[in-house]
């Protein structure tokens, strides 16, 4: 198949450049409803894919960390006008939404405060927890799927990563440290789902539940000494907060949500630099503008250090993925066939559905403080999963609940 045309390749820069501006500004939804614009796009209107290879795409972007609807654009950016292009794609799917985000950080900092904005605030928190819990519904209905390659051991499989996200989510509320355990509860879930596939009576003696709480608890003792340094916290930096999105970006897999998980270990319990209310608003304000949910990070870095915190927060949780995209371009696609990479996603995906329970309870627990509240998150909930409506306007209809709540 032929990827990047015989025109000229500033023409096809520019192709590509306006195509994932456009999409980077309007595709609200998440990256589900984005990465379906892309394929109407690339394949049906422009035809620069095939199907088949679109699909092959979206698959492969799966087995590396970081957002997939912006690696898909990095991909096609890449298939299209070579490294430029690959650069190009990224950007401008990445910039309308980190400009609009940044916008809404400097209302929120010049704002947020004022009783007039507070009832909306209110109504919009319960709307995020809401949007939160129907994603983590839907994925966990994915990821515990049956597989049609493997129908026999469809219902074990099933069962194995059901305990391997419960154990994940135990540790998480413990106080385990999350990259760790995304790590620990991969490598044990691909070992374990291997070995039972095999049916290898030597190895299966590793397969019992048990070991899979023991192999997770080391990921706790790192929490617990940065616990003990928590009474030394310094102040944000700009170096500090290049390193933690770099982190972030560097192992998150799965939906956009599980980035949740690492701000409310990383910045709200380990380093102090936001508090609970903080953190939902910064969700709020990644829901409520198109594009990738991980421009949170610009919303968080101007918070914390103005306009080059945005930058670097920007910089800093995407900057990964160009790397992983850059590098595994050629290989991700043998990859995909391969069980044991195929069976690592699986329990590295179940993995992050249970660091996003743990963030759901937690919020509600700091959230659902007050009868309107619930009715709010309630609402939402039962809107998300019957009709399945577009976040923003879950986020909006919250907001605006939250301001009648307090007329009455």
């Known amino acids: 198949m032929t990827t990047i045309t015989d025109s000229p390749l500033r023409r096809r820069l520019r192709e590509v450049c306006l195509l994932f501006f456009k999409l980077g500004a309007t595709g609200f939804g998440g990256p589900a409803v984005t990465i379906a614009m892309m394929e109407d796009e690339v394949v049906t209107r422009r035809k620069w894919l095939t199907r088949q290879y679109f699909l092959d795409l979206v698959g492969t972007t799966n087995l590396i960390p970081g957002p997939n609807a912006t690696e898909i654009a990095i991909h096609v950016g890449y298939l299209r006008a070579g490294w430029p292009g690959l650069i190009a794609g990224g950007a401008c799917f990445i910039v309308p939404a980190a400009l609009i985000t940044m916008a809404f950080a400097w209302a929120y900092v010049r704002f947020g405060a004022l009783p007039a904005v507070a009832p909306f605030l209110a109504g919009i928190k ?21 597989r049609a390659d493997d129908p026999v051991h469809a219902r074990t499989r099933a069962r194995q990563l059901a305990a391997l996200g419960i154990a994940v989510l135990a540790a998480s509320l413990l106080g385990a440290n999350e990259i760790l355990a995304l790590f620990a509860g991969g490598i044990l879930g691909m070992l374990w789902l291997r070995i039972d596939a095999g049916r290898s009576d030597r190895l299966r003696a590793l397969r019992p539940p048990s070991s899979l709480s023991v192999l997770l608890l080391p990921g706790l003792w790192p929490a617990r000494q940065a616990a003990a340094v928590a009474a030394t916290r310094a102040a944000p930096t700009l170096a500090g907060l290049a390193l933690f999105f770099l982190k972030v970006g560097a192992v998150m897999y799965g939906s956009g949500y599980v980035l949740v998980a690492f701000l409310q270990g ?36 101007y918070m914390l250090l103005g306009v080059p915190g945005a930058i670097v927060g920007t910089l800093g949780v995407f900057l990964p993925s160009f790397l992983f995209v850059a590098a595994l371009s050629s290989a991700v696609p043998r990859l995909r066939r391969s069980p044991w990479a195929s069976a690592f ?20 627990a700091a959230t659902l403080t007050s009868w309107p509240a619930a009715v709010i998150a309630l609402l939402s909930a039962a809107i998300a999963l019957r009709w399945r409506v577009n976040s923003a306007w879950l986020v909006l209809g919250g907001a605006v609940l939250g301001w009648l709540a307090s007329l009455v």
Do not use: H
């Open 266 to 301: 990383g910045l709200v319990d380990q380093l102090g630099w936001l508090t609970q209310q903080q953190l939902l608003d910064a969700i709020a304000a990644g829901q409520l503008t198109p594009g990738p949910l991980l421009s949170t990070a610009t919303f968080i870095g």
């Open 126 to 146: 319960p709307a995020v927890l809401a949007v939160i819990v129907a994603a983590l519904w839907r994925l966990g209905r994915t990821a515990l799927a049956p």
């Open 345 to 364: 996603l699986d329990a590295v995906n179940v993995c992050s559905l249970g660091l996003m329970a743990a963030v759901a309870l937690k919020l509600g």
